[in-house]
């Protein structure tokens, strides 16, 4: 996958406030739950004004799940970037088995995220914004898509979300339900592998 141009200086500032505003607020949500902790608590904490926090992030909700903007650019840029002669499809289980391998965020697997799967459960308001990311991240994979000459971007695009949503869900109530962590991961990347290889069948040609 090729890489852009590197931050300047000002951008990796502006990266790093922005995490550690996020950071600082998820600790927060996790202790208290989302709906008990104002944003004006969260600007205190980290050192800024509200409108700081605004400026980084328009809602509230986008204080937790501030990955999905991360989200609809990876998938999007597995696309646009893939190898020479690698399928759209092919680019995308790459990703996903990628972020599994890194422990990323995005692939949802590990003890730390157990907390963050109940702050969810626990807010009606992140349950609502999370099916708004989704579709956000569907949304950038239909423009990749598009661009990459696939015969029904559309319907390919709401596929694969689909499939990774499930995978991604499944993975989370076995941690939510105390499994092993270890089996969780190896039966995520079976999954993983198993939808892939289902859409590869169901891609419109």
Do not use: C
Not at 113 to 140: M, N
Request: proline share 5%.
């Amino acid at each position: 996958m090729s890489k852009g141009p590197e931050p300047s200086l000002r951008e990796r500032k502006k990266r790093e406030t922005r995490q550690r505003i996020s950071n600082i607020a998820t600790l927060l949500f996790a202790e208290r739950g989302f709906d008990a902790v104002t944003v004006a608590e969260v600007a205190r904490v980290a050192g800024v004004s509200a409108m700081t926090v605004f400026n980084y992030f328009p809602r509230k909700e986008d204080l937790f799940l501030d990955r999905i903007p991360e989200a609809a650019e990876l998938f999007a840029e597995a696309v646009r970037g893939r190898a020479p002669g690698e399928s759209p499809l092919a680019a995308l289980r790459r990703l996903a088995l990628q972020l599994l391998d890194q422990g990323h965020p995005l692939s949802g697997v590990g003890e730390r995220f157990v907390y963050f799967w109940r702050v969810v459960i626990d807010s009606p308001a992140l349950r609502a914004r999370a099916r708004e990311g989704l579709e956000e991240v569907e949304s950038a994979l239909v423009a990749a898509l598009a661009e990459a000459g696939a015969a029904d971007p559309h319907l390919l695009a709401a596929l694969t979300v689909a499939a990774y949503r499930t995978v991604y869900v499944t993975s989370a109530r076995r941690l939510m339900a105390g499994d092993p962590v270890e089996e969780v991961a190896e039966d995520h990347r079976a999954r993983l592998k198993s939808a892939f290889a289902a859409l590869e069948r169901m891609a419109p040609q």
